[in-house]
């Protein structure tokens, strides 16, 4: 098991050289620039001087041959510097360490409501096959992956506030200055964050449980006597589980992905919403470093989920 850990980390390792490749040259890709809006924003001038476009390349770095700022860039990265913003001059890593909790909790509760909706309903779709209920089930699960989660959430935004006089909160509030509002204010998002992995996995769910329940362990246990409750939650479930770990894990980037948007409209200050702001402003640094950490992010959960196939079932061995 240490030794394939250890092999996993280390291939890691080429996997992020050709994601720091990639989003440096995408991020430049981008079409404008951030030294134009510079230029635009300061009317060519700032506390009585005159800033040319030369003089700003030549500030921020960008009059380098490009890959000398990646081996500039991905030398800090080494040290622990993400680099600064090109617009404010902050580190980027005193950003993440205030931003990067809000979107975690986005996150861990979007996967939480998305399993607790998504588990129940694919269990009872499979031991009530082709029943009304099954129906029922599979419909709010195709409802779940069809309907965009910017869609839902801008009309969650949007309608309570026309018709009832009533919208999400809008101030983020810290969990340690008051846990109920904060509790509160990640409901909603993370729920409609979390319908789209309830949708995959709850239809994962069922067809694993159908093909479980056939199995002749299962058999053998309703033969004993055994209470469907025993039988289908901690004989079946268990082994029924492994393909939908695979899917919550592939499903991982999609939340994160439609965690920026999400951040956007419900007003939550993570990396999500800082993320759009710097494409916007075309923010190179803290494009790149956002997207590293969130690649590495996923790189690090995909390790995790391969670690807990051997959890839920012993017979599978790491070498």
Known sequence: MIAYIVRRLLLIIPTLFLVTVIIFVIGRMIPGSAVDQMLAHMSGHQMGIEWTREDLLRVLGLDLPVHTQYINWIGGVFQGDLGNSLWSGTPLTSELAVRLPVSLELGVMAVIFGLLIATPIGVYSAIRQDTIGDYMGRTVAVLAISVPSFWLGTLVFIYPSIWWGWSPPLEYVPFWQDFGA?????????????????????????????????????????????????????????????????????????????AVVIEQIFCLPGIGRYLMTAISTRDYPVIQGINLVIASFILVVNLVVDLTYAWLDPRVTYR
């Open 182 to 258: 904060n509790l509160w204010q990640f409901t909603i998002p993370a729920i409609i964050l979390g319908m789209l992995l309830s949708g995959f996995t709850m239809r994962t769910t069922r067809t694993m449980m159908l093909e479980v329940l056939r199995q002749d362990y299962v058999r053998t246990a309703w033969a004993k006597g055994l209470r469907e409750r025993t039988v289908v939650w901690r004989h079946a479930l268990k082994n029924a589980l492994i393909p939908v770990v695979t899917i919550v894990g592939l499903m991982l980037p999609l939340v994160v992905g439609g």
